[in-house]
Each structure stands twice: as structure tokens, then as C-alpha cells.
């Protein structure tokens, strides 16, 4: 058969996986649903394949301004850092630092060399460091609120654009090879077989017409250890080092 790419193959591959049809597999499909959203869910957190990292382009509203901060899609789950709103050191477009290293060094820029302007470029990088420093950030994934500790009165205008450096979720739906992954793959299976474990756990003892008997405690056993592993697996091989993010 051909790598699941929906939710449906998934979770058929799944329950094939651990028998079905020749077995039946006690698990009602809330449940089967459910499990899935948890692997998702654990998949999309950890895996390295499960986020992208991308630029947010975001323009600054009067609303913002009033709120002091900025709301964040519900796809972002991380923020790592905002590029700096504006320049620090300027009063005006034309005695702006910038504009006049700019203007001194277009002479340099078509016969010499770019030295001086880096040079200078570092300096004035430097001062805004050392009179301004960064603005300090706090993200809150829950709120989907990023806060940005400036003066938004006087720093920001309306109109004004931020660009946030940030994770956000890939919707498997919209790539839809994420369905297909074998790290997923292996741990739904292994999720929905605990669950039939635990829901044969409730029978345990009873005889049925033939002497068979339910053995739920073993199968929730053999699941347990087969998800431990897929998750130290995960966290060894799967996940990017821990980084400066906030989410």
C-alpha cells in the first residue's frame, strides 16, 4: 500500500498494523481519533520535521498600540526574536547615522573597499547596544500574545512593520506527507495499542464461551515499553538542541 497521506490512512494503516480486519481491534474510534491528535500533538512539539522556522512579517494597528502587544497566529509555538523596530539613534531621515555613513562612503563602495563602512557599521551597531540595548520579549503561546517591552506610544507608530523570527506548525492536512512519516507511524500504532490494552484491562479474568480469556494488562505492557522507546527515540534523534526560544 501507498504511505498514508490523510488522516483516514493513517489511522487505517494503524489498526491493520495491529491486526484488523482479522482481529478485532476493541478500540471505539473516538478513541482511535483521539490518540491520533496525541500523536500529532507530541510530533508536532519534538520532531524537527513537525515545525518550520520562519519571518512573520507583522504591521503594527492602532489596536496593537493599545493593547501593547502583538497577537500571534495559533500556528506559531515559539518566538526566538524581534529584528529591531526602526533605528535606535536618529532624530530625522536626513541627520540619521546611518544615512550619513551612507552618504560619506558611496565613494568607497564603487573604487575602494567596503571596509570602512562595516567598520563604521559595527561602531554605530555598538553604541545602539550600549545607550538602547535589545527590547526585551515575552511570548506567551496559550494567549498567542507577544509582548514587547518598549514605549509603544513613542517607539511604534500604526503602520509600522516587525518581523518576528519564530516556529510555527506545518498543518499535516496542507503537507501532507507528514501522515506518512515512519516516526508517526510507529508511535500512533503503539498510542492506540495502549488504549486497546486499557480497555481490555477492564475484562481481565473473564471467560468467554470457549475458555478464551482477555489478556488487556499484556497488551497495555507490550504498548507502555514500545512508546517509551519511540519516545527516547525522539528526543535523541528527532529533535533539534534545545535553542533560545520563547513558546
Given amino acids: 500500500m501507498a ?4 488522516r483516514t490512512e493513517l489511522k487505517d494503516y494503524c489498526l491493520r498494523r495491529l491486526g484488523y480486519p482479522v482481529v478485532d481491534i476493541n478500540v471505539d474510534d473516538e478513541q482511535v481519533e483521539d490518540r491520533i491528535d496525541d500523536a500529532l500533538k507530541y510530533y508536532q512539539d519534538y520532531h ?9 512579517k ?12 502583538i497577537t500571534i497566529p495559533e500556528a506559531v509555538i515559539g518566538v526566538v526574536r524581534v529584528f529591531d523596530i526602526g533605528d535606535a539613534i536618529q532624530s530625522s531621515t536626513l541627520f540619521n547615522i546611518r ?17 570602512p563602512y562595516v567598520t563604521a557599521m559595527r561602531h554605530v551597531e555598538m553604541l545602539e547596544e550600549i545607550f538602547v540595548g535589545k527590547k526585551p520579549i515575552r511570548f506567551q503561546r496559550h494567549k498567542n ?33 507528514v501522515y506518512g512519516d515512519k516516526w508517526l507511524l510507529r508511535y ?10 486499557e480497555n481490555l484491562k477492564k475484562f481481565e ?5 470457549g475458555g478464551v480469556t482477555f489478556n488487556g494488562q499484556k497488551i497495555w505492557e507490550e504498548a507502555t515499553e514500545e512508546i517509551n522507546k519511540i519516545e527516547e527515540e525522539m528526543i535523541s534523534s528527532y529533535s533539534l538542541p534545545v535553542a533560545d526560544m520563547m513558546g
Fill in 99 to 115: 544615512y550619513q555613513i551612507h552618504l560619506n562612503d558611496l565613494f568607497d563602495f564603487t573604487s575602494t573597499t567596503y571596509v
Fill in 145 to 177: 500574545q507577544l509582548n514587547i517591552d518598549m514605549d509603544w506610544g513613542n517607539d511604534v507608530i500604526a503602520g509600522d512593520y516587525v518581523i518576528i523570527e519564530c516556529y510555527r506548525i506545518l498543518d499535516p492536512d496542507t503537507y501532507t506527507d
Fill in 3 to 6: 504511505v498514508p497521506s490523510s
Fill in 48 to 56: 524537527y520535521d513537525g515545525t518550520e522556522r520562519i519571518f512573520l
Fill in 188 to 197: 500512533t500504532t503503539a498510542l492506540i495499542k495502549r488504549q486497546w490494552g
Fill in 58 to 69: 507583522h504591521q503594527v494597528t492602532a489596536e496593537d498600540i493599545t493593547n501593547e502587544y
Fill in 205 to 209: 479474568g473473564m471467560t468467554l464461551p
